[in-house]
């Protein structure tokens, strides 16, 4: 099986940056693309950015274009999220996700993915 950690969420300044990460067990993790999505409060998860595990390309949604940096370390299957300017509607839960199916057309859709992780608390305050 494949397990997804994230970590290093908390409570955060607006303006201010943070790094969340996920870490992914299994000496065979091979996906083919990695994303973050976040839920906030009362609203559908929502696409934040993806990156191939490959090539590395990414790809971000326009609401955190320019502020956040999604990259990998494929050597220690890791995956992080670098979020600077933060914005208090940047606030909700962070979930990293694993596509183990072949490259995708689509990495915007939940459904595009196979495993999750628990989801980590990213909280911006005004």
């Known amino acids: 099986q494949v397990q997804l950690v994230e970590s290093g969420g908390g409570l955060v300044q607006a303006e201010n940056s943070l790094t969340i990460s996920c870490a992914a067990t299994?000496?065979?993790?091979?996906?083919?693309?990695m994303g973050w999505f976040r839920q906030a409060p009362g609203k559908e998860r929502e696409f934040v950015a993806a990156?191939?595990?490959?090539?590395?390309?990414?790809l971000y949604a326009d609401s955190v274009r320019g502020r956040f940096t999604i990259s990998r370390d494929n050597a220690k299957n890791t995956v992080s999220l670098q979020m600077k300017t933060l914005k208090p509607e940047d606030t909700a839960v962070y979930y990293c996700a694993a596509r183990m199916r072949d490259e995708a057309i689509v990495v915007v859709t939940t459904r595009s993915y196979d495993y999750w992780g628990q989801g980590t608390q990213v909280t911006v305050s005004s």
């Open positions: 990156i191939t595990w490959n090539r590395g390309s990414t």
């Open positions: 299994g000496r065979t993790f091979s996906p083919t693309a």
